[in-house]
């Protein structure tokens, strides 16, 4: 009986230690870093992204194959489809999507990244620069609009 006490002890300690040190939410390292990479971007072209610090679900799920990513704005969440996972490129355009759309209400077809299609994998390797540039484009313009 002891024994058992114990390791009810430890688990609940391991449990609380796990739960405390991600308080914010749920956060796949991968999408995180991601996350992380995008606030440094709008940073510094000065655009205020202090709404998506409330963002507490960051994560990959199984979703049906014509859906890349899923935010909802009232429980903080943005989910990426398990499926994109070995397609770096493809995560990073869908985490800016979402974000694009948490953070600042983008609509579909605002720009080429808000499109509501997804593109060929290698579209978004090869059109990065472009795309990201007129993402910020249109984020700066929106917010200069308020």
Excluded: P
Aim: hydrophobic share 40%; net charge negative.
């Amino acid at each position: 009986m002891k024994t058992v006490g114990i390791i009810v002890f430890f688990g609940t300690l391991f449990g609380l230690a796990s739960m405390l040190s991600n308080q914010d939410g749920r956060y796949d390292r991968e999408l995180q870093a991601e996350y992380r990479n995008w606030v440094k971007v709008m940073e510094s072209h000065d655009i205020d992204v202090s709404k998506s610090e409330n963002l507490q679900v960051l994560d990959f799920k199984n979703m049906s194959d014509d859906i890349a990513g899923e935010t909802n704005i009232f429980s903080d969440l943005i989910y990426v489809n398990e499926d994109m996972r070995e397609h770096k490129a493809t995560v990073k355009a869908i985490i800016w999507h979402e974000l694009g759309h948490y953070t600042f209400d983008l609509k579909h077809g605002e720009c080429d990244l808000m499109n509501a299609e997804r593109f060929e994998h290698d579209y978004y390797k090869q059109n990065w620069r472009v795309l990201r540039a007129e993402y910020i484009e249109t984020i700066l313009n929106k917010v200069n609009e308020d």
